[in-house]
């Protein structure tokens, strides 16, 4: 299997999507069956196919004096991204591994599960929510679109973000349970740190082996160059 690793930094949200559309096209086109794209956003709240409008606790236009807000193609509702939470887009061609939806997205919850019990949390699933969880509180969101196999989109792992930001929402329309991240279970860990942790996770849960690329080899493949 082909795995490609493009690390970023703090990336605007549309130039995130940019760069997942970019590998969706260099993934379709056979040039890797794999690439996982790690970043941060600044702060965005992003909206998902199944609404999220409903779930504002202040006025829209309230919202974006703070972040921006965009809806976007993936699974679920209304989340928040900001600094201090790494953002990890795997662009995978499911046809080089199983035709399974459920199935990638319980792989994407292992590698988080797997991350945490490294830093002595014991975090685990919701049979009625996508994501990972610590008690009754997320601290990895999940959401991804598929199109003709090819996944984009992908996880939010909350490590030292400001959550005050959640405060303004129903965090993907969940309105019985809440949100937490890495600091506010008492362990500050620096957000490259644990970003390489998750690299790693993912080589482990999805076999492969990644080679890391600049977004310049991300442009060339996109065109249809190796």
């Given at each position: 299997m082909k795995a490609?690793?493009?690390?970023?930094?703090l990336v605007p949200y549309l130039k995130g999507k940019e760069l997942q559309l970019k590998a969706v096209k260099a993934v379709k086109s056979g040039l890797a069956d794999?690439?996982?794209?790690?970043?941060?956003?600044?702060?965005?709240?992003?909206?998902?196919?199944?609404?999220?409008?409903?779930?504002?606790?202040v006025p829209l236009e309230?919202?974006?004096?703070?972040?921006?807000?965009?809806e976007v193609e993936r699974g679920g509702n209304i989340t928040f991204h900001g600094p201090?939470?790494?953002?990890?887009?795997?662009v995978v061609n499911l046809n080089r591994w199983e035709r399974d939806v459920h199935l990638f997205v319980d792989r994407l919850e292992e590698a988080?599960?797997?991350?945490?019990?490294?830093?002595?949390?014991?975090?685990?699933?919701?049979?009625?929510?996508?994501?990972?969880?610590?008690?009754?509180?997320?601290?990895?969101?999940?959401?991804?679109?598929?199109?003709?196999?090819?996944?984009?989109?992908?996880i939010a792992f909350n490590v030292?973000?400001?959550?005050?930001?959640?405060?303004?929402?129903?965090?993907?329309?969940i309105r019985e349970f809440g949100v937490t991240s890495l600091e506010k279970l008492g362990i500050k860990e620096d957000p490259e740190r644990v970003r390489e942790r998750?690299?790693?996770?993912?080589?482990e849960v999805f076999g492969v082996r990644f080679e890391e690329i600049d977004e310049n080899r991300l442009e060339s493949m996109a065109g249809g160059s190796a």
């Open positions: 490609l690793l493009l690390k970023q930094g794999m690439i996982l794209i790690t970043l941060q956003h600044p702060p965005v709240y992003t909206i998902g196919r199944a609404g999220g409008y409903e779930n504002l606790l309230e919202l974006k004096k703070v972040a921006e807000v965009h201090g939470q790494i953002v990890a887009y795997p988080v599960i797997r991350l945490l019990a490294d830093y002595g949390v014991m975090a685990g699933r919701k049979p009625e929510y996508t994501g990972v969880w610590v008690g009754d509180e997320k601290i990895c969101a999940i959401g991804i679109a598929v199109r003709r196999w090819v996944t984009w989109h992908g030292n973000t400001d959550l005050t930001y959640f405060g303004r929402i129903f965090p993907c329309g998750l690299i790693g996770k993912f080589e």
